[in-house]
């Protein structure tokens, strides 16, 4: 039984889910939002007759604060958390992940996330690549998928996956969109990303933005081009508008020509601009586009 929990992240509904499992014995989360949507998640659990205080397995895709910045109340109630090695260290000591967030959303950090706790190391378990964690008669699968974060895991359960970031957002029935935050953004990684959780025949992908997709040949063909144009669109434009404001205006203002081109709700778009703005995507492709260059 896999339940979709909607954190109604900063009010919109169906922009940030996480995911409650429930096995013999046990009460499993998948993601956890932003600290601040605990108390949404304990309210919406106890609608479903159950007790947040009894979650002890969390899995979690990647350390953005959207994806895990409640781990820290969950392991409150002596839930362990199951993460990728790389992110072990940020949620033990998340002094550097609070910092480089803050670079991001300057003084909305506390309106978008809530506090950053730190966690024991004792309720951290780093997870190989392809290990499975056994919870009762559930096996959990972590596939190592870089990309949209050089330490994300998809994880799977049984003949599905919960994506996290690296399957992009696709809100309802709008378009396939990718996020793409700095620092680590790999459009080669990210590919190959795509092709180990295709390799894994998913009958359902479940994305943290959000909720159940089964048309998966459909959505891996949307993720592919959207990253196209927008990797092709910044490298383009970043030449000339050097400015980044104005950089980060245009590229927000394709974005949202091109989603409009899907006739979709006034509304579905402000889910997708909640999920995931926009701008943030400008100086993570920037960044990449740099690093390349570079390397050259
Ligand atoms: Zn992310």
């Not at 046990?26 to 998640?41: A, D, K, R, W």
């Not at 910045?69 to 790389?86: C, D, E, L, S």
């Not at 394709?254 to 402000?270: A, Q, R």
Request: proline content about 4%; charged content about 25%; glycine content about 6%.
């Amino acid at each position: 039984m896999i339940k979709i929990i909607d954190i109604n992240f900063q009010g919109y509904k169906s922009a940030v889910a996480c995911f409650l499992i429930k096995s013999e014995t046990n009460l499993i989360l998948v993601e956890t939002g932003p600290s601040n949507s605990y108390s949404q998640i304990e309210k919406k659990i106890l609608e479903l007759g159950e007790d947040v205080n009894k979650i002890k397995h969390v899995f979690v895709t990647h350390i953005h604060l959207d994806h895990s910045g409640g781990a820290w109340r969950f392991a409150k109630n002596g839930a362990t958390i199951y993460v990728h090695p790389k992110g072990a260290s940020h949620l033990e000591n998340p002094e550097k992940l609070i910092n480089s967030a803050t670079m991001i959303y300057g003084d909305k950090m506390d309106m978008l996330w809530g506090k950053v706790d730190k966690i024991d190391s004792k309720q951290i378990y780093s997870v190989r690549d392809n290990e499975l964690i056994k919870v009762d008669n559930y096996k959990f699968k972590a596939l190592y998928t870089p990309g949209h974060a050089s330490h994300h895991i998809a994880w799977k359960l049984n003949n599905v996956i919960f994506t996290g970031d690296v399957a992009g957002a696709k809100i309802k029935n709008g378009p396939v969109m990718p996020a793409c935050p700095p620092p680590d953004i790999n459009l080669e990684l990210w590919e190959k990303s795509i092709k180990i959780i295709e390799k894994e025949k998913p009958t359902k992908l479940y994305l943290t933005h959000f909720g159940e997709h089964h048309n998966i040949k459909d959505h891996f063909e949307k993720l592919r081009k959207t990253l196209k144009l927008w990797f092709d669109w910044i490298k383009k434009n970043e030449l000339k508008y050097k400015n980044n404001e104005i950089l980060t205006y245009k590229f927000n203002d394709y974005v949202l020509g091109e989603i409009k081109k899907e006739n979709i709700s006034e509304e579905l778009i402000n889910q997708y601009f909640a999920a995931n703005p926009p701008y943030m995507s400008v100086a993570g492709i920037k960044r990449y586009w740099k690093k390349k260059h570079e390397n050259k």
